[in-house]
């Protein structure tokens, strides 16, 4: 803004009652013209869905239609951002958590107690004997194949 555009402001104001410096209507103004603007903007993206409504019933129309592509170009910066951000909160959380892992298996590596009370659990002895079974079972397997083989010669 101009000094003298920044003047009338505070003039105009001033007539209402309220007083404000320079600074505060420079840092003011620009959040207020956005707005207003993107205002504008999406009355004449209204104004345009009206427009193709009335060109799909066969009506010419003399619609300046760019503010819907502003919009649609603002939509997809949102999405590639949000994607970006997305990504990068994923990346800082992947990373806090292999340190953290790191941390508690380095914390563990030292105590043999717990390595011992980890290795030596009831799950583990389960593994241990379903593992033998497993075994047995394949061997008996083998063996009841090559008795029937042994029938077949």
Not at 13 to 33: C, I, K, M, S
Not at 70 to 95: C, D, G, P, S, Y
Not at 115 to 121: A, E, I, M
């Amino acid at each position: 803004l101009a000094y003298e555009e920044v003047t009338t402001v505070r003039r105009n104001l001033a007539t209402q009652g309220v007083e404000v410096d320079n600074e505060l209507v420079r840092e003011t103004w620009y959040p207020v013209f956005r707005r207003n603007f993107l205002k504008q903007a999406l009355g004449k993206c209204y104004d345009c869905r009206k427009g193709f409504w009335m060109y799909q019933q066969g009506v010419e129309t003399d619609l300046d239609c760019g503010d819907v592509v502003l919009f649609w170009r603002i939509q997809q910066m949102l999405k590639v951002t949000a994607n970006a951000l997305r990504q990068q909160i994923m990346n800082r959380e992947a990373r806090r958590l292999e340190k953290e892992i790191k941390e508690v298996l380095e914390e563990m590596s030292g105590d043999d107690d717990a390595k011992t009370r980890l290795l030596t659990g009831r799950r583990v002895m389960l593994a241990e004997e379903l593992k033998k079974v497993r075994q047995i079972q394949e061997k008996l397997e083998e063996f009841i194949k090559s008795l029937n083989e042994g029938r077949h010669d």
